[in-house]
């Protein structure tokens, strides 16, 4: 049977870009993917747009990853997102910014650079089989034998696992790194996803599903102490709050709720002004309209389909003039609007979320060489190691810069 130098498993990002590094290098590269097309999560990121990378500073590419994020420092210094421009650039593929230093493709279209991917791994010779599932991995005298769910077997001197994580399932990523990791004895970090909606207790807001509320400022009840969170887009679903702020904050949030049962979220409809300020605000104003309907006037302050649930709520007559609303009635809206509180009570399953997490532990992987700690000539790329960056083009950065690393260490052996 044919020995190749390295064989790859998965091709998402991480898999590609290390199959391609290897055989740059000259090296016999098998690319092995349980799927009949290559990169079929990055086609839906970004909405299909694929926001590929990000261009914060180095230091803040770091922070991105949270409290382990050291650990990317000589990976993110060997394969940067500078490098990462410069690898589409080469094969004519230009790319554009939009806000908070997000990079995509000029086509506005993660077709675009699924197909350089394509392409490079045909320029530089690298052997993909389609519909092969890892199901078993063992070594022998230095040699891999990788076997898939039908019995087919592959040897290789060198094995990179780039299965990725478990969520959106139906792309191909079902976890099946993770068993394979653990029979060669790597152990799993257990962490909350990340970029996934939130379950609210709630049920009125369930019933709210599909209103957007644009710029709401947000903070949180931990331990007795009120933490504010950054404000941004919210979205309300049939379970919960979803939207741009919400999947930023999700694993945070989700961390939190581990050491406290009971999280409360408040949203503050009116974050440009202090309660105090809008108090005084609300008093001219039912000075003024005093003849005014409640339910007329808070549509000012409130999206329109929100005014009646919130009323029903404080039991307030929504048909009442301004001026016959009580103090307590006043102080009543003023708390609801300025920090309306949501009780969370966990998220959406991980399958749902943006990043898994859960990974091989880091602590079992070379941060030079991303090689594993217990298995020589074993590397890891990708969502498939524990741990997970912020939303803005970070994990993805992340694959490809893992995939790179890997992909060259293995052709050192
Ligand atoms: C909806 C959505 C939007 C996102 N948007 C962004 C974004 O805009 N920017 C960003 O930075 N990140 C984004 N992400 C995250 C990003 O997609 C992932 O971090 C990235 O795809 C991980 O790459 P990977 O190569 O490690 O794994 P994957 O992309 O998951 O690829 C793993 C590959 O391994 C294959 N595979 C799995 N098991 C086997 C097996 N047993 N045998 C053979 N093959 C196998 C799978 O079929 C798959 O092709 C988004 C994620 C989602 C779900």
Same mark, same amino acid.
């Given at each position: 049977m044919e020995i190749y130098d390295i064989a790859v498993t998965g091709a998402g990002p991480a898999g590609c870009m290390a199959a391609i590094r290897g055989a740059q290098l000259g090296k016999k590269v098998i690319l092995l993917e349980r799927n009949d097309k290559i990169g079929r999560k990055l086609l839906l990121t970004a909405n299909g747009r694929c926001n590929l990378t990000n261009t914060a500073p180095f230091e803040v590419f770091l922070e991105m /990853?949270?409290?382990?994020?050291? /650990?990317?420092r000589e990976i993110f210094s060997k394969f940067s997102n500078q490098d990462l421009m410069d690898f589409f650039k080469k094969y004519g593929l230009k790319l554009k910014e939009e806000d908070n230093g997000r990079l995509f493709p000029i086509t506005d279209d993660a077709k675009s650079v699924v197909d350089v991917l394509k392409r490079v791994l045909d320029v530089t010779g690298v052997n993909i089989t389609y519909k092969f599932r890892l199901n078993h991995l063992k070594k022998d005298s230095d040699i891999f034998t990788l076997s898939s769910k039908d019995n087919k077997s592959i040897q290789a001197h060198n094995v990179i696992l780039?299965?990725?994580?478990?969520?959106?399932? /139906?792309?191909?990523?079902?976890?099946d790194g993770f068993k394979i990791a653990e029979s060669l004895g790597h152990h799993i970090s257990q962490l909350n996803p990340s970029g996934v909606p939130l379950l609210i207790g709630?049920?009125?807001?369930?019933?709210?599903?599909?209103?957007?509320?644009e710029d709401v400022g947000l903070s949180i009840g931990v331990k007795g102490k009120i933490k504010s969170l950054p404000r941004g887009r919210l979205l309300l679903t049939h379970f919960g709050i979803s939207g741009p702020v919400i999947l930023d904050l999700s694993h945070n949030i989700l961390d939190m709720m581990d050491e406290n049962s009971d999280l409360t979220l408040y949203v503050d409809f009116k974050p440009d002004v202090s309660i105090e300020g809008f108090e005084e605000n609300l008093m001219s104003d039912f000075l003024e309209?005093?003849?005014?309907?409640l339910k007329n006037y808070l549509q000012n302050h409130l999206p329109h389909n929100m005014v009646l649930p919130i009323l029903e709520c404080l039991s307030i007559d929504p048909q009442k003039k301004l001026n016959q609303i009580t103090k307590k009635e006043r102080k009543q809206l003023l708390k609801t609007i300025k920090s309306l509180p949501l009780t969370i009570t966990g998220s959406l399953p991980?399958?749902?979320?943006?990043?898994?997490?859960?990974?091989?532990?880091?602590?079992?992987?070379?941060?030079?060489?991303?090689?594993s700690k217990l298995v020589k000539n074993l590397y890891f790329a990708g969502e498939i190691i524990a741990g997970c960056g912020r939303r803005g083009g970070y994990n993805l950065q992340q694959a490809f810069s893992t995939g790179y690393v890997a992909g060259e260490s293995a052709s050192h052996n």
């Open positions: /990853f949270g409290k382990r994020g050291s /650990f990317y780039a299965t990725g994580g478990t969520s959106y399932k /139906f792309t191909g990523s079902t976890g709630e049920e009125w807001i369930h019933e709210l599903q599909g209103i957007t509320l309209y005093s003849r005014k309907s991980s399958d749902k979320a943006m990043v898994t997490c859960t990974g091989v532990s880091k602590k079992e992987i070379n941060p030079q060489t991303t090689e």
